[in-house]
């Protein structure tokens, strides 16, 4: 068909050939479709079939796979269950698998804590019960014991238990505070921080870091202040001192901000200002507290905190501030301080050793404070978890880091405990050293006790032990090598390369630095102990020549035997009882009665401290030594006589003595012989150079000495230190011309110039002295705080020297003139002029030349009057040593005094030859006596010895060759000059012996018998008590008291003898025996009731205070207590032989006071006023003889009798009297009736006694003093005169002179009679 065969097309043409073509077209396509169709049908018809067949069998097959799946349904469930099962089982397994893991792991990590956490808390079961009675311990500790040392804080723990056991509280056996207070950790922390690690140290920490209240912290070695320092720095720490004008700027910014604040180098004494923060004294306002500072109130942050610090070795707080503040006492101790100087010489001798020492300790602290901390870790996570611990592995993990960190350290501390040990082996071979170190560091701060110059830092003393070591080191000294100018320059000038050749030789030079340093010297056996005993030796040198230097020649023996002592107590060798027994000397309480062939030449006192003697082992070898005395008196007196007892034979008996227990036998019976005694023994076991000063080098100082140590000099009469510096100064260029040394002489004004010198000289390494600061009592802390300042940027050539005065007589050697701090830091030199006659005549002539004579117009009369007054002053200087019987005191005569003299004699002497005159030798001797030299003079008897010294120097003989001293003339001015007069001294001048002074050489015995006494008398009262020191134990006296009460006698019943007299009866001489009975009484009842209060302490009845631990000290030192002192008569003697004087005055008031009338003869040493008994007997005679009483004097005979049983009755007039003793001089007996007369003293009778002696008064214008000496009479020994407290002087007595003899001789011989043998 066409394209145009269409319906359309066809329907055009005609509508039924358009049905037509329709028709067609659809047969035609049913024809189409049918052809193809038919067999699609056919074959659909078949596939349908097929389709049947085969969805039948479909059917089928799904019927039976519907079935096989219903059951493949079931068999899957049930699998489905069977897996879900076995998965819950091996989840659960895993699980189970996984905490079991962790557990392990926890277990692991935990298993080191386990077995001290099982410890702890067994251990906290058991202490449960005992915690508040440790807890109550500890507190008390911290809050009262503090400022004691370490033996009385032990103490203080045991009185502390045994009261609380004794109220049934529970306790622990032995408390610790420590333990309590502090930890482990914070120790080693504190160690860490600059704290010593010794036990005192450690407490200290732990009381300071517990307290409430505010510490104030007792430091004269400054080792707790840099603890605090380094502890607190991170906390921002403030630092101010009290009075700094930004103290409260301070307070208010550090109180506001919670800033620690520290107050350094405090006084005695807290501005009220700062009064409410030191009491912690807050107010309320709201929520917040607040400090009223002035008139300004300041919140309080809780994280403030004050610390406050002394320097002060035994500051005196009023009770305010003790009980405001927690006082601890910083001061070293032995024990630390041994540990410290055994470093010191490790590091010196072994620093390879010394080196791994300190990185171990800090090794070892790092250590402790990790575990520490660790273990805190552990404890805070195990407290914080949540749920099940197991399931939190962040936390498993963490333990198990910390575990690891735990171990690893555990590990490395093992090893480094073993590493220490061995080093510690060998160290400790160096203990000797430091022990011996630590002892004479305590011992030099003993010696403050002794003088208040005698004053020393920790500081100045390691430099002085480090200087002994390095003086014998083995080890080569180190070459530096010089490099040239030249090489320098052209190194300077090199490009970029020259930045990595010192970069390399920087990293060279310390390499070079170790191996030096590791050059290891290492002893063995005998090389080693060799060693150490040299470490010891040179220590003790060095210390001792360091000490020396700044001592007062009259106690350089004391110091260097307690120094020897000490060493040998120390080592063994000598036993501390038997130090005891050798420096107190007690006697035995109840001795048997002395025998009477020992009578003639020992003293009761003797014969019981023989009696102590006797219980020493020593002693008891050859017998009882009081029997071989009694058995062998000849042989034992001539001992005793003999001129040098310590080197003379003993009796057989007690040959095999040791030198040391030889000087028992000094100690007691020849205490004269003590100084040379106690020189030999030092020789003995320390050497000669101890006892062999060389003079005083100042080159030698000044090598030893640095900017940081100023020089202190002690000024003496006639010793200036100036000329000594300026010379020393020459020589290193340091001069007043070049404007490097300034000398500046201390007075009003001068403040200012001298802390700007002072400035300016530690800036530029200048010099600067400042003479005479006692003078400037005021500023002296200024001057303190100076020398502090200029530490920080002082010049290394920079010196300051200082000097000053000793305290006078009047305020006593332990008056602070000068501050502590300034003494601590300084070198002392002290450079007495010498003693002797010639040096000091040698010395005196030195003052002038021979331009003086030339420029006098009568040079012959001159030159022989200065050369006496020369000689004049070298006496006046020298007769100071003889103790009272020289002068009673020690009188400041100076080289001005002398000059002045000089100048004085030249002037009158010009003035007589003007005007045609004879020598004025009344007016020079007036104003030699009176003016110059008796300025200085203040007792009346002193000032007679001035002026007879003059009368019989300064005389008209001079121009003859008259005599000066025995064997000593004036030479013949005509002939000599000034050269020849030098030459004269020294050349002529004959061996110096008391009659040289006009004394007699008995007084050389006084004056080393004084000597011995004083040595073994300060040894006492340094060894004593005080500052570091423990009291002696109350309760070895008991035997003494028992002893003392039962033969104190009952009181006299003064009212009964009162009752007795009529009052027509009543006399002045019974008045007086009634006055002696109450005074009599007043003393006994003293006596017994301090010492039955002492009973009661020690029975535990009442506390022991400290005037009763005074009377304990007292009565086992055998000494007289001060509060019976003050009601008894004025004694020298010791308590057992004072005690015998008590009885003996008791019976003699008894029989006077009953007898109601005056005995045949009194014994007027045992009368407590004397003056009234000798008034009352001038009383007597002017009311017999009707004379005015204010114009009567007593008048003295002495009788020839010495046995009171010759007195036969009262005398005719006056009174008797018996028991004085005569010094200086001795009593020959008259024949019949004649009076006898004062003669030469017998050799060693140091105090004879004299005879009966009657007193009778009569007018002034009747006593006849010719042929008669003016005899003072003194109470005691020592002279005193009213300046001293009671006056010694009691009348002045006519003593009867061969009329041949001359007074001037008694004068100068210090002639007196006294009413007590010392």
């Keep these: 068909m066409g394209s145009d065969f269409t319906q359309e097309g066809m329907a055009k043409k005609s509508g039924a050939a358009a049905g037509l073509c329709v028709w067609i077209i659809n047969i035609i396509m049913y024809y189409d479709v049918v052809v193809q169709v038919e067999p699609k049908r056919n074959a659909l018809r078949e596939a349908t079939e097929t389709l049947n067949a085969a969805n039948t069998k479909l059917a089928e097959v799904k019927a039976l796979v519907a079935d096989l799946e219903a059951n493949l349904a079931k068999l899957m469930k049930e699998f489905d269950k069977a897996m879900a099962e076995k998965n819950a089982l091996m989840a659960d397994a895993e699980k189970c698998q996984n905490k079991l893991d962790m557990a392990q792991r926890l277990v692991g990590a935990l298993s080191a804590n386990g077995v001290i956490w099982e410890q702890t808390v067994q251990n906290a079961g058991e202490e449960l019960v005992i915690i508040p009675g440790d807890t109550l311990v500890a507190c008390s500790f911290a809050s009262y014991v503090g400022v004691f040392t370490r033996q009385y804080r032990e103490t203080c723990v045991e009185s502390f238990r045994k009261y609380l056991v004794q109220k049934g509280v529970p306790l622990g056996p032995k408390p610790d505070p420590l333990g309590v207070l502090s930890s482990d950790a914070e120790i080693a922390a504190w160690a860490g921080q600059g704290l010593p690690s010794d036990r005192v140290s450690c407490e200290n920490g732990a009381i300071l870091c517990n307290s409430q209240r505010w510490g104030l912290i007792i430091d004269p070695q400054l080792q707790g202040i840099v603890w605090i320092k380094n502890k607190e720095s991170e906390n921002g720490l403030q630092i101010t001192r009290m009075g700094h004008a930004k103290m409260l700027n301070t307070f208010e910014v550090s109180i ?24 912690r004294n807050t107010i309320k306002r709201g929520n917040k507290r607040v400090f009223k500072l002035g008139d300004k109130e300041i919140t309080l942050n809780n994280a403030f905190k004050l610390f406050m610090q002394t320097k002060l070795s035994n500051p005196h707080y009023p009770p305010e501030i ?55 870790l552990l404890l805070e996570k195990l407290a914080n978890a949540e749920g099940d611990i197991l399931d939190d592995t962040e936390l498993i993990l963490s333990l198990e880091e910390a575990k690891k960190t735990a171990d690893e350290v555990k590990e490395k501390q093992v090893i480094a405990q073993e590493t220490e040990l061995k080093i510690n082996e060998t160290s400790e071979f160096y203990r000797p050293s430091g022990a011996r170190g630590a002892l004479l560091f305590f011992m030099m701060m003993d010696l403050s006790k002794m003088h208040t110059f005698y004053k020393y830092s920790l500081d100045s003393f390691v430099v002085v032990v480090t200087r002994a070591v390095n003086s014998v080191t083995l080890r080569k000294p180190k070459e530096v090598p010089k490099e040239e100018p030249k090489e320098e320059v052209e190194e300077e000038k090199e490009g970029g390369d020259e930045a990595g050749d010192e970069d390399e030789e920087e990293e060279e030079a310390p390499a070079e630095e170790e191996e030096e340093e590791e050059e290891i010297i290492e002893l063995t056996g005998k090389e080693l102990k060799l060693r150490i005993d040299l470490l010891c030796n040179v220590i003790t040198l060095f210390t001792w020549n360091y000490t020396r230097r700044g001592l007062l020649d009259a106690d350089k023996l004391t110091v260097i035997s307690m120094v020897s002592f000490k060493i040998l107590v120390r080592a063994g060798k000598i036993g501390e009882d038997e130090q005891a027994i050798l420096i107190n000397a007690p006697p035995d309480p109840a001795p048997p009665p002395m025998p009477e062939n020992a009578k003639s030449w020992l003293t009761e006192t003797q014969w019981a401290q023989l009696k102590t003697l006797e219980n020493m082992e020593a002693f008891k070898k050859g017998g009882q030594l009081t029997q071989n005395i009694e058995q062998d008196s000849l042989g034992w007196k001539r001992w005793y006589s003999e001129e040098k007892a310590e080197n003379a034979d003993l009796p057989r008996s007690s040959r095999d003595l040791s030198p040391f227990h030889r000087l028992f036998l000094l100690r007691v019976m020849r205490q004269d012989r003590i100084g040379a005694a106690l020189t030999q023994f030092v020789i003995d076991n320390l050497g000669t150079e101890y006892t062999e000063q060389p003079p005083f080098d100042m080159t030698v100082a000044f090598e030893e000495s640095s900017a940081l140590s100023p020089f202190f000099f002690v000024l003496f009469p006639g010793v200036d230190p100036t000329p000594t510096i300026e010379a020393l100064g020459r020589g290193l260029g340091i001069t007043e011309a070049n404007g490097r040394f300034v000398n500046i002489s201390m007075g009003q004004g001068q403040e200012k110039v001298a802390l700007n010198g002072l400035t300016k000289a530690a800036k530029e390494g200048g010099w600067i002295m400042l003479q005479n600061i006692h003078l400037m009592q005021d500023w002296l802390k200024e001057l303190e705080r100076a020398l502090e300042v200029v530490e920080e940027f002082s010049h290394e050539d920079f010196r300051c020297f200082l000097s000053s005065e000793p305290p006078g007589a009047l305020q006593g050697p332990l008056w602070d003139l000068i501050p502590e701090p300034i003494l601590q830091r300084c070198i002392k030199v002290a450079d007495e002029a010498p003693t002797d006659l010639k040096s000091n005549l040698r010395r005196a002539y030195s003052k002038f030349s021979q331009d003086n004579i030339d420029e006098c117009t009568k040079p012959k009369e001159f030159k022989a009057m200065l050369f006496a007054l020369c000689f004049f002053h070298s006496l006046m200087s020298g007769r100071i040593k003889f103790g009272a019987q020289g002068w009673t005191k020690k009188y400041p005569f100076n080289d001005g005094d002398l000059t002045i003299c000089g100048a004085v004699l030249k002037n009158y002497l010009n003035g007589a030859e003007a005007l045609g005159n004879d020598v004025p030798w009344p007016d020079i001797r007036y104003l030699f006596g009176e003016i110059m030299y008796g300025g200085h003079i203040t007792d009346p008897w002193d000032r007679r010895v001035n002026n007879t010294y003059l009368a019989v120097l300064i005389t008209p003989e001079l121009l003859v060759g008259g005599n000066l001293a025995p064997g000593f003339k004036s030479p013949d ?66 035997p003494i008291i028992t002893t003392y009460l039962s033969q104190l006698p009952t009181n006299l019943d003064m009212l009964d003898i009162r009752a007795k007299v009529k009052d027509e009866d009543v006399t002045p001489f019974i008045i007086v025996s009634f006055q002696e009975g109450d005074r009599e009484n007043a003393l006994l009842s003293q006596m017994r009731s301090s010492m039955l209060e002492l009973e009661l302490g020690i029975s535990g009845a009442l506390n022991v205070t400290e005037n009763m631990e005074l009377l304990a000290t007292n009565l086992q030192a055998n000494k007289v207590n001060p509060s019976w002192e003050g009601l008894a008569c004025p004694s020298l003697k010791g308590l057992a032989a004072w005690f015998a004087d008590i009885l003996l005055r008791y019976e003699q008031i008894n029989e006077w006071a009953n007898a109601a009338k005056l005995l045949k003869s009194i014994w007027i040493s045992g009368i407590f006023k004397p003056q009234s008994f000798l008034t009352s007997n001038m009383q007597v005679a002017a009311r017999t003889n009707s004379l005015p009483l204010d114009y009567m004097t007593n008048r003295s005979r002495f009788y020839n009798i010495r046995d009171l049983a010759e007195v036969s009755g009262l005398p005719e007039v006056g009174v008797n009297v018996h028991g004085l003793f005569l010094e200086g001089a001795g009593w020959e007996d008259g024949k019949g009736d004649d009076e006898g007369y004062i003669t030469e003293s017998k050799m060693k009778d140091l ?10 008064a009569v007018h002034i214008d009747v006593m006849d003093w010719t042929a008669m000496y003016h005899c003072p009479v003194f109470i005691t020994s020592l002279r005193r005169g009213p300046e001293k407290g009671t006056p010694d002087f009691a009348y002045l007595a006519n003593m009867r002179m061969d009329p041949d003899d001359f007074e001037h001789r008694w004068t100068l011989a210090g002639a007196a009679m006294l009413f007590t043998d010392d």
């Design 322 to 376: 003790q009980a405001e503040c927690t006082i601890i006492n910083f001061t070293v101790t032995q024990d630390g301080l041994e540990d410290q100087i055994l470093f010191l010489v490790v590091k010196l001798e072994r620093p390879d050793l010394a080196r791994k020492k300190t990185e171990l300790i800090t090794q070892q602290n790092e250590f402790k404070v990790t575990l520490a901390q660790l273990e805190a």
């Design 1247 to 1256: 105090h004879p006694a004299m005879p009966v002696c009657n007193i009778f």
């Design 256 to 279: 506001d901000q919670g800033k620690p604040v520290l107050i350094e180098n405090m006084g005695e004494s807290i501005e009220a200002v700062i009064m409410p923060v030191v009491s």
């Design 973 to 1038: 001015s005509s002939k000599l000059e000034y050269a020849q007069y030098v030459k004269y001294i020294e050349e002529r001048f004959p061996p110096e012996i008391p009659q040289m002074f006009g004394l007699h050489p008995n007084a050389e015995i006084g004056f080393l018998t004084n000597q011995g006494i004083n040595i073994f008398k300060t040894i006492s009262e340094i060894s004593g008590g005080g500052g570091g020191g423990a009291g002696s134990d109350v309760n070895a006296s008991q």
